[in-house]
């Protein structure tokens, strides 16, 4: 049904008579980057679907326009490091037009804003790699000011080649202090600029066209986004763990892209030609004809390597440790679907002593809650989610590693998948409500587990902290409010709305999916669309819509407040700095009547005696004493806007910092039973210590002592620990 008043609704607005976008003004020296007619199509359906469906219930005005403008320009030039403030007067002309021009398809406004950032961008460039070769006294006390955000633009251009030469005596001072020669930092800064240059005069009208559609959807609420076909890409690889192509990460590296990493398990892993360090110069699909790859945008090559799997692509390669001079080998690489374990659940073991008494606790990670619709959608049995995952690590972790609990690490996780945070709750809890939803009209639902029994019933806990979000916290709240198990960290992010993904080629037929692509055709000059031809080379890109919010069990929303755990640490991320309520465009936090569900325990005296233990071991914890130092500091920092730029000076001011660093990390390491490093010296992996897991565990520990006849009714059974 929603599908149906979304094609209505889409496809009337496309026939619709519109006003002809104004002329885009050209801003003199630069190359113009214009938007195309799928992007002024993708304006107004945007701001029809947010009108018609976001849970706001929201009106494009004036007032919307104005935030854009100020979001958009903040964008482009946070440090007002680049606009003039002639330019910013300039600008405000559009303040009260942008939502007028959106409805009408109009892009000509913030596209010329760009062209005059471009510009003066490329005036910093220049003016800058002019400056490298300066002869700089280093012995100098004045300062560079890196953050201008709350001063006022600069007057001039004189005003601003002053602070971007003392930009670049900053980064000459501090590739001296890694004590190369100044010639050499002369010529490392130079090849960094014009790399910076190049990378930057090829953006694309879709860069641009990005840029100002987050400034737009931000400006309505922090979770609406619109993405532009590559990043919708992006988003639902992220989102299924999973992609077709060759399984290798890239970067760019002096105008040629280099294999940054190999897939474990992918095509390229297997096939054992490929490796990290080689750079690709050409591409072929399969025995066609080699493209040079040499100068591209990353993405572009990206775009030219992945592709349907079982397909071949052919590459042109400079194996590592040669010069670009060499004759490059060619590889062959047949495609397939690569499954991203490293982002997926993972599980350990550690052992515990409490009170003389040993434990054995599993530990799974859970990066976020993904799964791949395409492959279930398909009838793909195996497909991956987030819920099968950790049923199979559940299930070794049972009978394999006889574990005494388990602890969920939600740490990081930014959520992901509603339906995987229901099924997942489910391996916990037997059969219940486990979140309510309410839409845009108020109605409210109540999502349950309807699968019996549970797939742990053992002691479980679950680590949270600041970046844990939306379906994290759904998770969470659910195994807090059935009493199930414990929460610990810190006070989770506050992300309690639903969004939902909307890919907008499905909201028209394929007959207006063509008049689209003939409106295209027609400017192929500033087209995106490769061979926009037909219907099948357009893509409107995705929208994530905000058209629901949800709801604990027991009626509070996480929204703007989280979850806040049961047993609190001190938070490793400033607090006034991530987080729901430091979005001034989220909705609010309220509560609505419980849904029927009966919790598994009250556990409410227990944790006091969990929350004593804690607080005393952190009290006396070096590792929360020098959390709590770092929080200080950060403040301090935070408020700091200058750095000196005496070399001697900032040397001694470093030194100082690593000598401290290196006390603090010899005085840890003697703790642990770990030999003192020397300056310079790196840590192995192995080495490490995470001290908020560590916590967490003995929590864990103290839990399981003081409930050991502890009985929770998980159905049926009652689990005895």
Not at 446 to 474: C, K, Q, T, Y
């Amino acid at each position: 049904m929603l599908k149906r008043i979304f094609f209505v609704i889409f496809t009337a607005a496309v026939l619709a008579c519109q006003a002809a976008p104004k002329t885009q003004p050209i801003v003199e020296g630069v190359t113009n980057v214009k938007p195309d007619e799928q992007q002024q199509i993708v304006i107004k359906e945007v701001v029809n679907l947010i009108e018609s469906y976001n849970y706001k219930k929201i009106q494009i005005n004036d007032s919307i326009s104005s935030l854009v403008l100020d979001k958009y320009i903040k964008s482009l030039d946070q440090g007002k490091n680049y606009f003039l403030a002639s330019d910013i007067k300039e600008f405000e002309k559009y303040r009260y037009t942008l939502d007028d021009d959106f409805k009408n398809g109009d892009l000509s406004a913030p596209f010329y804003i760009y062209n005059v950032y471009a510009k003066r961008l490329n005036e910093y460039f220049n003016y800058s790699l002019a400056q490298i070769k300066t002869k700089f006294n280093f012995n100098d006390n004045d300062t560079f000011v890196y953050d201008r955000e709350k001063m006022p633009w600069a007057a001039s251009a004189t005003a601003l080649n002053e602070n971007w030469r003392k930009r670049v005596k900053y980064e000459l001072v501090n590739l001296n202090l890694t004590g190369t020669a100044e010639a050499k930092n002369v010529e490392t800064l130079t090849k960094r600029y014009k790399n910076l240059q190049s990378q930057t005069s090829k953006t694309n009208n879709q860069d641009v066209f990005q840029i100002l559609m987050d400034a737009f959807t931000e400006s309505v609420d922090p979770h609406t986004n619109y993405f532009v076909p590559t990043r919708a890409t992006e988003f639902n690889e992220e989102m299924s763990r999973s992609f077709e192509g060759i399984g290798a990460r890239l970067q760019m590296e002096n105008e040629v892209v280099k294999v940054s990493e190999i897939i474990a398990g992918g095509p390229a892993f297997k096939g054992k030609q490929l490796s990290a360090g080689d750079k690709i110069t050409a591409v072929a699909q399969g025995d066609g004809e080699f493209v040079d790859v040499v100068g591209w945008r990353i993405d572009a090559i990206v775009a030219k390597i992945k592709g349907p799997k079982g397909t071949k692509v052919r590459l042109k390669v400079i194996p590592v440790g040669k010069e670009m001079s060499s004759k490059p080998v060619i590889i062959d690489i047949v495609r397939e679907k690569v499954i991203l374990e490293d982002q997926s659940a993972k599980k350990k073991v550690k052992t515990i002593s409490t009170n003389g008494k040993s434990y054995k606790i599993g530990i799974i990670s859970l990066p976020a809650f993904y799964a791949d619709f395409k492959a279930a959608n398909a009838g793909d049995k195996n497909y991956k989610s987030t819920t099968r995952d950790v049923r199979k690590l559940i299930d070794s972790l049972k009978n394999i590693d006889k574990v005494n609990a388990i602890v969920m690490d939600l740490r990081g996780n930014g959520g992901g998948s509603l339906v995987e945070a229901i099924s997942l709750t489910g391996l916990f809890i037997d059969r219940g409500p486990v979140v309510q939803v309410k839409d845009l009209r108020g109605k409210i639902e109540v999502d349950e587990d309807e699968n019996a029994g549970v797939a742990w019933d053992g002691p479980f806990g679950v680590m949270v902290d600041r970046l844990s979000a939306s379906a994290s916290e759904i998770f969470a709240g659910a195994i807090q409010d059935y009493g199930r198990g414990i929460i610990m960290g810190s006070q989770t992010y506050g992300k309690g709305t639903v969004q939902s993904s909307i890919d907008l080629n499905k909201l028209i037929n394929p007959g207006m999916l063509q008049k689209i692509a003939g409106l295209i055709a027609r400017d192929k000059t500033i087209g995106t669309s490769p061979g926009a031809a037909g219907a099948a080379n357009v893509n409107l890109g995705q929208i994530n819509l905000t058209m629901a919010k949800f709801y604990r069990v027991a009626g509070s929303s996480t929204q703007h407040k989280g979850v806040i755990p049961d047993v609190t640490f001190p938070s490793v991320y400033p607090m006034d700095k991530i987080g729901e309520d430091t979005e001034a465009s989220a909705l609010p936090w309220d509560v609505i009547p419980s849904s029927n569900f009966k919790a598994v325990a009250n556990l409410a005296a227990v944790k006091a005696g969990l929350i004593k233990n804690s607080e005393q071991r952190i009290a006396n914890s070096l590792d929360f004493k020098y959390l709590k130092q770092d929080i200080a500091d950060l403040k301090k920092r935070d408020a700091e806007i200058s750095v000196p730029l005496n070399e001697a000076k900032l040397k001694a001011e470093r030194d100082a910092q690593e000598a401290k660093s290196l006390a603090r990390q010899n005085e840890l390491r003697a703790l642990r039973g770990l030999p003192a490093i020397k300056k310079g010296e790196k840590v192995t992996k192995q080495d490490t210590f995470d001290f908020i897991e560590d916590e967490s565990l003995k929590v864990m520990g103290d839990f399981m002592q003081q409930t050991g006849n502890y009985v929770m009714n998980l159905g049926n059974t009652g689990q005895q620990f």
